[in-house]
């Protein structure tokens, strides 16, 4: 009878840690979404660390203040988490202890005498160990924080190619390597499904049969030389909102392009007036989907190239570790079987609409299935090593172990910006607690999903794509990306902090707010494209849009504002 | 005589000592197991709601299953409070400084069932759901206790959960 109370006690225990445990996770997964919102440098690499080790504290803080009530602070509960996962766009971050290593080589060292060119002989270590015990780092310093960006690449080789694939949340990739003979460094969209059309001079963008057009954006901004909040006309690149000045009363500066950073305005050059992100979209995803297929194909104008790669036969056998090995499954000895890891199908299965395996977008594709085979092995392999690395470094004799995640959770990881936290060791009385919790949210400046369009109608209310209502509404005026309906702040130099909507419509009652009147189809493309009309022109150009605005490491901002007509 | 009246009472006393105490311990013991394993799944069903943003009959229907197997039978209600963000944007349009207001709507038991015969509820981010358990029948142990002490009043459930929690996902995408 004892017994049986202690077991109720530990399960009773079990469910409420896990239960702060989800609170916690999602504290920080809220922290993270505000942060990038309202930040104008989100999405850069050192202030997205920074958005991800302010969003680790609050997980720590929320874990402390919801565990206080069983007599654990944060720094002991810190003993108990072997890691923390933030899985973002192109690869994913893990949170936990490390070693601080400093450099213990004496190449590369520092010029100590300019005119003979001597160098300092000694290690950064020897350096900083002589007499100096007050730096910040020593050498061997166990330090919780972020360790290095791991990408969702996957090594493979064919013949004499040998070359790493960089998948993303959606159909983005970057290819790096040789193939062909060639050092090849590429990146793009791949999509099917799209038609160029010219006649005479213009050129006309199709996609699944639905024209894509050029088209003015433009928002609410807080002008913080104005201490106003003003509609300005606007254009994105790489992830950054250029806004048009539109003020009579200032002649000197009406018409200027401006960008805002930190709550200070900074003066452009000369953008276009037209908006054609969309279209660059269509057009670039074209070339690059034409360059997977083939090594000769006819680019979208017109002109024959050969610069393309071919890789329509590459399948998931080609997979290879980074020693150059085959990945194959194991069996349960931990002997090779034979069997590739990541399957045997080709990996680019390009098809319209028409084909009997749909199209490359879809998300029953063979690419797709590869994208979240190379996800899912590269995070548990990372992970496991994470977790299992902790017991170097915790003072608590649990053994951590890195649990296994359900298939529908993984399906939630996979497909969208997610925070993964584990709390293990903890004492429950008769057990001891190995718990994770998975939150994932894709209102966030990382990534464009097909979810995240919203429809815009003349009514000044906003709608998921999916609405009912939409079908043959002949209201249809915009495509919005969702994030620019969530509230931001600003604070200028004054230290005034103002709070606007980018979009000041409101949410439908039946789509937005009691999400009671969506269709809930699987393939938002094809349930788009089959409706048509301007729904379907609104929400891919829309989509097309944002995905080629959106910030991403390959990008060179100065390249991609000369495409947008910039004069400086 | 005398002798017999006091066997009687020992027989009489020792009866309830040795069947009904221990069955009453006993069936004191089955509530507390009936009370984990419904504690357990109130909790497990309402943090599966929060974390997917989704509420299907298939899901209800498994959470009444999983409490029902105690042998017991349960009144289970819902909550949703749906969380209206226009009220709070129209007055922070106005007026810049001000943070905002959260505004909610409440669905309940009858209404949430209703929208599940039709089709998935989906929640969205922001939104808070809660669920609330109680034993409708009288479990052994309240029988025993009745038979020995009456409890009285219409509420005398043993068996009780609730759970709740804010919304953590959209349950159509975004």
Request: aromatic letters at 12%; a negative charge; hydrophobic letters at 30%.
């Amino acid at each position: 009878m004892l017994i049986l109370g202690n077991q109720i006690k530990t399960l009773n225990l079990q469910i409420s840690y896990d239960t702060k445990l989800n609170n916690a996770t999602y504290d920080a997964l809220k922290a993270f979404q505000l942060n990038t919102i309202n930040s104008d440098t989100s999405d850069l690499a050192n202030s997205k660390l920074r958005d991800i080790e302010a969003s680790a504290n609050t997980f720590f803080n929320s874990v402390a203040s919801n565990f206080n009530m069983a007599g654990y602070n944060q720094d002991i509960l810190k003993e108990y988490v072997p890691a923390l996962v933030y899985t973002m766009y192109d690869g994913y971050y893990i949170y936990s202890p490390y070693t601080n290593t400093l450099d213990d080589t004496n190449s590369n060292e520092v010029i100590i005498n300019e005119t003979t060119g001597e160098t300092d002989q000694q290690s950064d270590a020897e350096i900083l160990n002589e007499g100096n015990t007050d730096a910040t780092y020593k050498e061997g310093d166990k330090i919780s924080g972020l360790k290095p960006y791991i990408y969702y690449s996957c090594r493979y080789q064919r013949g004499t190619d040998d070359f790493v694939i960089t998948y993303s949340l959606d159909n983005y990739i970057t290819i790096q390597g040789t193939i062909n003979g060639q050092w090849v460094y590429d990146y793009g969209y791949l999509l099917d499904n799209i038609n160029i059309t010219t006649s005479g001079s213009s050129v006309s963008y199709r996609y699944r049969g639905i024209p894509i057009l050029n088209e003015e954006t433009s928002e609410y901004v807080y002008d913080p030389d104005r201490d106003e909040i003003v509609n300005y006309q606007y254009i994105k690149i790489n992830g950054v909102k250029y806004y048009k000045y539109e003020n009579e009363n200032d002649a000197t500066n009406n018409g200027k392009w401006f960008s805002i950073l930190n709550g200070t305005k900074y003066w452009q050059g000369q953008f276009d007036d037209t908006n054609s992100a969309a279209i660059k979209y269509y057009q670039e995803a074209y070339d690059f989907t034409q360059k997977i297929k083939n090594k000769t194909y006819i680019d979208s104008n017109g002109v024959t190239q050969n610069d393309g790669y071919g890789l329509t036969d590459l399948t998931g056998a080609n997979a290879v570790d980074e020693d150059g090995n085959r990945l194959e499954e194991l069996d349960e000895n931990g002997n090779r079987t034979g069997i590739p890891k990541l399957g045997n199908y080709p990996i680019f299965d390009f098809g319209d609409t028409n084909s009997p395996d749909g199209s490359i977008e879809d998300q029953d594709s063979n690419f797709n299935q590869q994208r979240l085979a190379v996800i899912r092995y590269s995070i548990e392999k990372n992970l496991s090593i994470a977790i299992a690395n902790y017991n170097n470094y915790s003072g608590v004799t649990a053994n951590f172990q890195m649990p296994e995640l359900k298939e529908d959770e993984w399906e939630k990881i996979l497909n969208n910006v997610s925070i993964i936290s584990f709390l293990q060791g903890l004492n429950i009385g008769g057990k001891v607690y190995n718990g994770y919790s998975i939150i994932t949210n894709n209102k966030n400046e990382e990534v464009v999903s097909e979810d995240s369009i919203y429809i815009v109608t003349n009514d000044n209310q906003y709608h998921k794509a999916n609405d009912n209502d939409l079908v043959g509404n002949t209201n249809i005026n915009k495509g919005i990306l969702n994030i620019d309906f969530e509230r931001k702040s600003n604070t200028n130099s004054n230290g005034i902090t103002r709070y606007f909507y980018p979009q000041e419509n409101l949410g439908c009652y039946t789509s937005i707010v009691s999400q009671t009147n969506v269709n809930s189809t699987d393939n938002m493309y094809e349930y788009i494209a089959s409706n048509g009309g301007t729904l379907a022109q609104v929400y891919f150009t829309a989509l097309g849009r944002e995905r080629y605005s959106m910030y991403k490491t390959n990008n060179n901002s100065d390249e991609l504002k000369v495409k947008f007509g910039y004069i400086p | 005589m005398g002798d017999t009246l006091i066997t009687v009472i020992a027989i009489g006393l020792a009866a309830v000592l040795m069947f009904v105490f221990p069955l009453m311990t006993m069936s004191d013991r089955t509530d507390d197991v009936s009370q984990l394993t419904v504690a357990t799944a109130t909790t497990e069903f309402v943090d599966d709601v929060r974390t997917t943003g989704k509420l299907t009959m298939d899901k209800y229907s498994k959470f009444v299953e999983n409490i029902s197997s105690t042998g017991n039978s349960y009144d289970v209600e819902m909550e949703l409070q749906v969380l209206d963000e226009n009220p709070g944007k129209k007055t922070t349009q106005a007026e810049s400084t001000k943070i905002g207001e959260n505004v909610y709507y409440t669905m309940y038991t009858s209404q949430i069932l209703e929208t599940l015969e039709s089709g998935t509820l989906a929640l969205k981010e922001g939104d808070i759901f809660s669920a609330n358990v109680k034993n409708t029948n009288t479990t052994l142990s309240q029988q025993l206790k009745n038979f020995l002490y009456s409890v009285t009043g219409n509420d005398t459930y043993t068996i009780a959960a609730e759970h709740a929690g804010i919304v953590t996902a959209n349950g159509t995408g975004n």
